[in-house]
């Protein structure tokens, strides 16, 4: 596997990219030499963000990870990608997508681990859905400290979503008619 490393509003230093390349490195018993692995750091006020994008047949393989030290950040997103392959061994590995050309054969061949079963809820919540206006719920997910939240619209009496995006603004959720 091959690392391309970039940077926005970042010094890529010596040390960062030994980090980058010593944690991604535990990748590599996943693909196969000739993978493309794009890495891109960036920093914004006090978030240091890196991304790390897989190209594959059929689709790709994706984590974004920010926290207020990149070394840290790195360390996640190695891991969630563990974590994503790990997972989705099955999905990801079809005769269809001829896998053989993005993975090892040994991660193809292996066996499914028993974390891989599928998922899990781990817990289920119940509340009492109040009809509320976008922006009442936009409050309420403020004061709730959450970057979502689901309520009964108002306006339509149908279930919604209210959530945090990039930049200070919402977003809202409705269903099709």
């Known amino acids: 596997m091959r690392l391309k490393i970039t940077g926005r509003n970042i010094e890529l230093t010596e040390g960062l990219k030994a980090a980058v390349e010593d944690?991604?490195?535990?990748?590599?018993?996943?693909?196969?030499?000739?993978?493309?692995i794009d890495v891109t750091m960036s920093v914004e006020k006090d978030r240091q963000k890196i991304e790390v994008t897989i190209p594959i047949k059929g689709g790709i393989i994706r984590s974004e990870?920010?926290?207020?030290?990149?070394?840290?950040?790195?360390?996640?997103?190695?891991?969630?990608?563990?974590?994503q392959l790990k997972k989705y061994r099955h999905k990801l590995i079809t005769k269809q997508q001829n896998a053989e050309n993005d993975f090892r054969r040994e991660f193809i061949e292996a066996d499914a681990d028993e974390d891989e079963s599928g998922i899990v809820i781990k817990r289920t919540k119940k509340f009492d859905m109040k009809p509320m206006f976008p922006e009442d719920a936009c409050i309420q997910m403020d004061l709730l400290g959450h970057d979502?939240?689901?309520?009964?619209?108002?306006?339509?009496?149908?279930?919604?979503?209210?959530?945090?995006?990039?930049?200070?603004?919402?977003?809202?959720?409705e269903p099709e008619q």
């Open 23 to 36: 944690r991604l490195s535990r990748l590599d018993k996943y693909f196969n030499d000739d993978t493309i």
């Open 65 to 83: 990870q920010v926290s207020s030290d990149m070394y840290v950040s790195i360390d996640l997103v190695e891991e969630t990608i563990e974590r």
């Open 148 to 173: 979502f939240f689901v309520f009964r619209n108002a306006e339509t009496d149908e279930i919604n979503v209210v959530y945090k995006r990039r930049g200070n603004t919402y977003g809202l959720i």
